[in-house]
């Protein structure tokens, strides 16, 4: 089984930014962000795949960027311009096939998650 690890995640203002990195054990054919905040079900925020354009939620458009360093098994979500709205835990999701990008489905892995709380 692939393990993945988050970090990265923090309290920050209306506006700030962060960087979650996503430690995994073993490269994967698609690699996901995901979030879910209380009382909502768990979104896509961003996906990237081993020869397709990295795609994302239209709420993060513009604003977030995925990316992934091979060498170092680490792929990350660069969040700029943060709004309230998206605080949220964040997970770090994978799967060894094409996954649908933004859909919670059809992923193998997940890692526990990171927090993430933006105030206004």
């Known amino acids: 089984a692939v393990q993945l690890a988050e970090s990265g995640g923090g309290s920050v203002q209306d506006g700030g930014s962060l960087r979650l990195s996503c430690v995994y054990t073993?490269?994967?054919?698609?690699m996901g962000w995901f979030r879910q905040a209380p009382g909502k079900e768990r979104e896509g925020v961003a996906a990237?795949?081993?020869?397709?354009?990295?795609q994302y939620a239209d709420s993060v458009k513009g604003r977030f960027t995925i990316s992934k360093d091979s060498p170092q098994k680490t792929m990350y979500l660069q969040m700029n311009s943060l709004k309230p709205e998206d605080s949220a835990i964040y997970y770090c999701?994978?799967?060894?096939?094409?996954?649908?990008?933004?859909?919670?489905?059809?992923?193998?892995?997940w890692g526990l998650g990171t927090q993430v709380t933006v105030s206004s």
């Open positions: 999701a994978a799967s060894n096939s094409w996954a649908p990008p933004l859909i919670p489905r059809g992923w193998d892995f």
């Open positions: 073993t490269p994967t054919v698609s």
């Open positions: 990237i795949f081993s020869h397709n354009s990295p």
